[in-house]
């Protein structure tokens, strides 16, 4: 089945330490979404590709950068974890702008930081 | 600035039971787009309606049922006979046109549906 895949499941990584989140689709769309989700909030958008035109949202740290090498991958970068870092991280895609399209999400990747 | 307001934090019902999730919404934009996404244990979203803000004819799917009044800014969803499995956090979301639009998820209503 067409689907937005997350690897992996759960991370551990130690502060500091730098970490890659991956995340794969086969449903071809342009766009796709990293968001951050911590316990009981809602979802928080970090950055979306447009094709490859990169989008960053104002207030994402510096600590976080995004790749997107081909439609199908996209990878999430967090150069040195803090605590504050823990949290779900989502990933999504949607076929065209954020605005009518629904996004569809993946798994997540629960990300802890010892 | 675009603003989803859900007002229930946790809600607790018997199966069976009828249940109305709140969603109040804010925006400046004349079209725009309200989504529901239904967050099980498990993590992923999933999708569940996407309604614009021309179309305020009310929507049925099975238990599941939105009711969209563009006069009180509100686009509620309710479950009807509800199940053990609609268990799950339901999050409210709007999105605006316009170049930087993104989707604003409201806070989440916490769902838990005992037997």
């Known amino acids: 089945d067409a689907m937005v895949i997350q690897n992996p499941r759960y991370q551990v990584t130690q502060f500091g330490k730098p970490v890659t989140l991956s995340c794969s689709q086969t449903?071809?769309?342009?766009?796709m979404y990293w968001y951050q989700q911590k316990s009981s909030q809602a979802p928080k958008l970090l950055f979306h590709?447009?094709?490859?035109?990169?989008?960053n949202e104002a207030d994402t740290p510096d600590n976080f950068q995004s790749r997107r090498p081909n439609t199908s991958f996209c990878f999430l970068d967090i150069r040195s974890p803090g605590l504050g870092d823990a949290a779900m991280y989502l990933c999504?895609?949607?076929?065209?702008?954020?605005?009518?399209?629904?996004?569809?999400f993946g798994d997540g990747t629960r990300l802890s930081i010892l | 600035a675009q603003k989803v307001t859900q007002a229930q934090t946790e809600i607790s019902v018997v199966e069976k039971e009828d249940v109305t999730l709140d969603c109040v919404y804010e925006t400046r934009d004349t079209t725009y787009y309200l989504f529901w996404y239904k967050q099980p244990p498990s993590g992923e979203l999933v999708f569940l309606i996407r309604?614009?803000?021309?179309?305020?004819q009310n929507e049925i799917s099975g238990r599941y049922s939105w009711n969209f009044q563009k006069s009180t800014s509100s686009f509620n969803f309710t479950i009807t006979a509800s199940q053990v499995v609609d268990s799950a956090v339901y999050f409210c979301a709007l999105s605006e046109t316009g170049a930087n639009s993104k989707l604003t998820f409201g806070k989440g209503i916490t769902l838990s549906v005992r037997p």
């Open positions: 999504a895609t949607s076929r065209g702008r954020i605005v009518d399209q629904p996004q569809h």
């Open positions: 590709y447009y094709d490859k035109d990169f989008n």
């Open positions: 449903l071809n769309h342009n766009v």
């Open positions: 309604r614009n803000s021309f179309d305020e």
